[in-house]
């Protein structure tokens, strides 16, 4: 079976050929250009990735445009970054594909010798407890590791285009009644800067942009 797996981009010249490496048997990358003025985009279409370019930036247009690009029942998300192993999407999307959840989120697990910025650990740990709290689910972590059914994420009709998608992913999951599941992954020390958690600014940001998520 094919599944495919979308990766927002954002000038990871330097990872993709690692993370594209390391792509497993039977998933397909489809690596969407969210404003690179690296060489990102050539290098995704040379390691045999669908390019997608979204030229209006947010976290959640790249992932929107990856999810109308893609084909296949089950589909996939996670960072182009190298933060995460590719290898360990089969544990992701099992449960999906073997019927026992409808959406499964990865839960980020330090690696030896990895470090996570202290703000961004409080604002995932705080905006993850308040899930909890509003859902129901056991969710540690707002991992942008995920699988799901790409026709049951398009029904959820998702509006935020910023970093509020993945929380707002999950709200309206939990509002339609999906079982929500997580599972553990590999949290590895990331090429280059994150554009989102890597200052204090950006956490800031992400996490002004999930707050403002309404789910009726």
Known sequence: MKLDVVL?????????????????????????DNGSTDGSARVAAKLGATVVIEPRRGFGAACHAGLMAATTDVVCFMDADASLDPGQLPLVAGPVLGGEAELVLGRRILGPGVSWPTH??????????????????????????????????????????????????????????????????????????SKMTGTVRGTLRAIGDMRRVQVG
């Open 8 to 32: 927002p981009c954002l000038n990871e010249e330097a990872a993709l050929p690692w993370v594209l490496g390391r792509m497993p048997d039977g998933f397909h990358p489809i690596v969407v």
């Open 120 to 193: 961004a650990r409080i604002g995932n740990a705080l905006l993850a407890r308040r899930l909890r709290r509003r859902t129901g689910a056991l969710l540690h972590d707002l991992g942008p590791m995920r699988a799901c059914r790409r026709a049951d994420l398009l029904a959820l009709r998702l509006a935020d285009r910023r970093g509020g998608y993945p929380l707002e992913m999950v709200l309206r999951a939990a509002s339609a009644g999906w079982r929500i599941g997580e599972v553990e992954v590999n949290h590895l020390a990331r090429a280059g800067r």
